[in-house]
């Protein structure tokens, strides 16, 4: 389990570290002006779709079934044909209303605006057709417990989008942003040849290739309860990303530069959440899968204490230090060229509001593998819905009063729903015996102790500017 842990964190660290690369080189070049937010709506957009459909939903719903499926490689084929092909024509349906789509993420824009922004949306979604045929490969690459070249292929789009900006340089914000977009598609395009190549190598392509010819003779994988799992799991899995979706629109309607205030503040806290919530998550499923299907589940809710004791150290050490350094880590990586000292002042505070849901959201992905190995997508669908609707109701109360982070504060919130929502359907008891050790103790006093010495030196520094 570590060493798969740990090579996901490696992989997702890389892709990070130039994932910030490229935002200090966004900021440099956009700051938070319109095309900054225009670029991160037509952004936004595919990912969205990405996260519902492909990450969250098709992975959670794809795992347990093929586990099950004697017909591996039909069945393989038979959904990449199938979803490949909504997911072209759900490309071809936004191309064709791109404004109407472009009006309902950023309702608060001028029709100016939305002129301005509708050629970059049509560019930005078709790398969605791209990371879905990532997301099947890789989910048939990690069933055989190899995880490396998913988690280090999303540093390809991040190279692609750098490179953009260096060929943008000098020029225009507009000129930048466009080659942003299409440095998008590109990076995606690169991330599927990167899965094609691990498939060669570990004689996988074969199975699929021969799976593809079945299919098109007519033959069928007995793949019961995918397609009304997956519907539970679009809903099941769309609570943050819908989240986000609410944030956006609502920050639309705010002052120039919410959007952005939320999307750079949103990348810092994704970090620790990828870093370690996602990549642990990642890497224990397939054997959480397996132990369910063996009928197992004492073996399944040894993987979750020993797992559960690690990310809850991990997440409440990033916690206190980006709430307490929020103002210093946005200044480091982003105060320059456009972006001003105002611009970090009013994304630190974001980001303190969204540091407020990391431990929830990261144990939320933990316990959820639960339900999902369990093939209980629909209660995680039931628990999504009411989270969704707690977002909304806050985004709504909080956003007159406090702005961005009013946004952001509200999705921490129903962070906090998800997750106590699904300890309950987990079983309060299980639930007990699993937090209640030496471990955690331990770490809940080094938190307190970390966060008092953060608090005296961010003052002693202060005092000595």
């Not at 593809?212 to 007519?218: T, V």
Request: with cysteine; proline share 2%; glycine share 6%.
């Amino acid at each position: 389990m570590l060493r798969h842990f740990f090579t996901n964190s490696i992989g997702i660290l890389c892709s990070r570290v130039l994932g910030f690369i490229r935002d200090l080189m966004t900021a440099n070049a956009l700051g938070a002006s319109i095309w900054s937010d225009i670029f991160f709506v037509a952004f936004k957009l595919p990912n969205l779709f990405r996260r519902l459909f492909g990450e969250g939903a098709f992975s959670q719903a794809f795992m347990p079934n093929l586990v099950k499926v004697s017909q591996k490689g039909l069945f393989c084929a038979e959904i990449l044909i199938k979803l490949s092909l909504a997911m072209l024509g759900l490309s071809l349906i936004v191309m064709l209303f791109a404004p109407l789509v472009t009006k309902a993420l950023a309702f608060g824009f001028s029709p100016e605006t939305i002129a301005l922004a509708v050629p970059l949306v049509r560019i930005n979604f078709w790398y969605l057709l791209a990371i879905f045929i990532v997301t099947l490969l890789s989910a048939l690459l990690q069933y055989k417990n190899h995880f490396a070249t998913t988690a280090f292929s999303t540093a390809l789009l991040n190279i692609s989008m750098i490179t953009a900006l260096l060929l943008a340089l000098n020029l225009d914000q507009k000129s930048a942003a466009m080659y942003l977009s299409w440095g998008v598609v590109a990076g995606g395009m690169l991330q599927v040849l990167s899965h094609i190549i691990a498939l060669k190598r570990l004689n996988l392509l074969r199975l699929l290739t021969l799976g593809i010819a079945k299919f098109a003779k007519g033959k069928r994988a007995k793949a019961k309860g995918f397609w009304q799992n997956f519907g539970h799991g679009i809903i099941g899995s769309s609570a943050n990303q819908l989240s986000d979706f609410i944030s956006t629109f609502i920050a639309s309607f705010l002052a120039t530069g919410a959007i952005s205030y939320l999307y750079y503040a949103n990348r810092i806290f994704q970090l620790p959440l990828a870093l370690f919530a996602i990549a642990l998550s990642t890497a224990i499923f397939p054997k959480i899968a397996k132990a369910i299907k063996s009928k197992n589940d004492t073996n399944a809710i040894n993987l979750l204490k020993k797992s559960f004791s690690l990310l809850f150290f991990l997440l409440l050490f990033s916690t206190i230090g980006g709430f307490v350094l929020a103002n210093e880590i946005i200044w480091l990586l982003f105060q320059r060229g456009e972006f001003n000292t105002n611009n970090t002042i009013e994304s630190a505070k974001v980001l303190q509001m969204y540091m407020l849901g990391l431990l929830p959201f990261g144990l939320y992905k933990l316990f959820s593998l639960w339900l999902y190995a369990k093939m209980q997508q629909k209660i995680a669908a039931k628990i999504a819905i009411y989270s969704l609707f707690i977002n909304t109701a806050l985004c709504l109360l909080l956003f007159k009063p406090l702005g961005a982070s009013g946004l952001a504060l509200a999705g921490s919130i129903s962070g906090l729903f998800l997750l106590g929502y699904a300890i309950f359907v987990f079983g309060i008891r299980q639930f007990l015996d699993i937090i209640f050790n030496r471990i955690n103790l331990i770490t809940i006093i080094l938190a307190v102790i970390f966060g008092y010495l953060l608090i005296e030196l961010r003052g002693i520094i202060y005092a000595n500017l």
